[in-house]
Nanobody
Framework: QVQLVESGGGLVQPGGSLRLSCAASGSIRNLYAMGWYRRAPGKQRELVAGITSDGITNYADSVKGRFTISGDNAKNTVYLQMNSLKPTDTAVYYC?????????????WGQGTQVTVSS
């Protein structure tokens, strides 16, 4: 089994910053990539940022220049530094990971963490 545990969400004023963390644990043989998705009220889930085990990153256009994704392979942990937050960033943020276990490769999700940007 694999577990993803997220932390770092909360309420912040426009222009503020938050840092999300997601730690993967369990029967992990290889961790190939991790990423952050979000679902805003009334909208579909969208990719925010992703990072491979080689450190290759990608971002949604809406967060480029404001958000930074990073990873710690030794800790199976991914971070999302969010700066210059806007009310439109308000959403539940979900961590995702592509992991190989003894049962094969699968995608795993965290429970989600709420980010609210409001004055």
């Amino acid at each position: 089994q694999v577990q993803l545990v997220e932390s770092g969400g909360g309420l912040v004023q426009p222009g503020g910053s938050l840092r999300l963390s997601c730690a993967a644990s369990g029967s992990i043989r290889n961790l190939y990539a991790m990423g952050w998705y979000r679902r805003a009220p009334g909208k579909q889930r969208e990719l925010v940022a992703g990072i491979t085990s080689d450190g290759i990153t990608n971002y949604a256009d809406s967060v480029k220049g404001r958000f930074t994704i990073s990873g710690d392979n030794a800790k199976n942990t991914v971070y999302l530094q969010m700066n210059s937050l806007k009310p439109t960033d308000t959403a539940v943020y979900y961590c995702n990971a592509a992991i190989r276990t003894n049962g094969g490769v699968g995608g795993y999700w965290g429970q989600g963490t709420q980010v609210t940007v409001s004055s």
